[in-house]
């Protein structure tokens, strides 16, 4: 039986990796899964519904909690984040606390507790924009938004627990991902539950900006991946099934809630803006990493399943 915790593990991505433990990643073996959230305004009880769990209140930069919570567990996956990078543009004070100082506590803590595997996951913001080609692990970090140096602080401390302490954590680096559950601040979510409603919806800019999508259900399963064969130090970048500008995706979208382009509203570009991301996951590939979930396919049910959870959303 392998002990899990998950911080984090009532947001979006962490919630679906909890339900996968307790079904496709994890059921060989089983495990017992202790989720610690603070419960921040997208963080929901309610998205661990029906799943197994020891839910703990709580905020990784609690030492004295953390101190409690953490020993006796076989992995700890940190999904613990501010994550909105234009909300990191209205006040990064929180970005830092959380996503830096956040991260170095729980270190330490895994540390103390003699933690035999943690993850922390990342993203492909901290790279910054790239015209062409893709990111390897190898890149240096250029991150331009407040959230996204807020998660690169955190990926070299993470690297540096592994060197200087000899602590057993890996870091994994996704793209944009989608599907069930994601509060609707992002945008698939807000686009989607904007246009069933009648509303419009804002595209920065020209809508040239190009993002690599993934299904949080593959995004799951590269983590699992890294968890099981991630080495100490180690970055893994987990790509996604489909690069789209936001213009293209817009249009996707609007085919699939039956709306036309009198829908959308272009409004003034956010600061600093990344262009592209793009990666390259052939190191995570080499381990045995397949995506299963193509992007039409993907998106077709995440549009479907917003569209009949009316009252999860509406909340």
């Not at 915790?5 to 909890?18: K, Y």
């Not at 506590?105 to 080609?133: F, H, N």
């Not at 709306?259 to 990666?279: I, N």
């Amino acid at each position: 039986m392998t002990r899990v915790l998950v911080t984090g593990g009532a947001g979006f991505i962490g919630s679906h990796f909890v339900h996968n433990l307790h079904g496709s990643l994890a059921s060989e073996s089983g495990v017992t899964v202790t989720v610690l959230d603070k419960l921040t305004y997208a963080g929901n009880r309610a998205n661990l519904e029906g799943v197994p769990h020891q839910f703990v209140h709580g905020d990784i930069c609690d030492a004295e909690l953390l101190g409690r919570v953490v020993p006796g567990h076989d992995l700890v996956v940190n999904f613990a984040a501010e994550s909105h990078v234009d909300r990191s543009i209205e006040g990064a004070a929180e970005f830092m606390r959380t996503n830096v100082l956040g991260t170095q506590t729980l270190l330490q803590a895994c540390l103390e507790a003699e933690v035999p595997k943690v993850v922390q996951v990342s993203t492909d913001e901290v790279y910054g924009s790239i015209d062409v080609g893709s990111w390897d692990e190898a890149a240096p970090l250029r991150p331009r938004s407040p959230y996204a140096a807020s998660k690169a602080g955190g990926d070299l401390i993470a690297r540096a627990y592994a060197i200087t302490h000899g602590l057993n954590v890996s870091i994994t680096r996704c793209g944009n991902n989608y599907g069930p559950r994601q509060y609707p601040e992002k945008v698939i979510p807000l686009f989607v539950t904007n246009l069933l409603r009648g509303r419009k919806v804002p595209l920065y800019g020209d809508g040239g900006n190009i993002r690599d999508w993934i299904h949080v259900e593959d995004h799951c399963a590269g983590i699992w991946l890294v968890a099981e064969k991630g080495e100490p130090g180690e970055v893994y970048n987990i790509a996604g099934t489909a690069e789209l500008s936001n213009k293209e995706l817009t249009g996707l979208l609007l085919e699939a809630c039956g709306r036309d382009w009198d829908a959308v509203e272009y409004v003034e570009d956010r600061k600093g803006h990344d262009r592209r991301y793009s990666l390259d996951d052939s190191k995570l590939r080499a381990l045995g990493y397949r995506p299963e979930i193509s992007f039409e396919k993907g998106l077709k049910d995440t549009v479907r399943w917003y569209a009949e959870h009316c009252d999860w959303w509406a909340a």
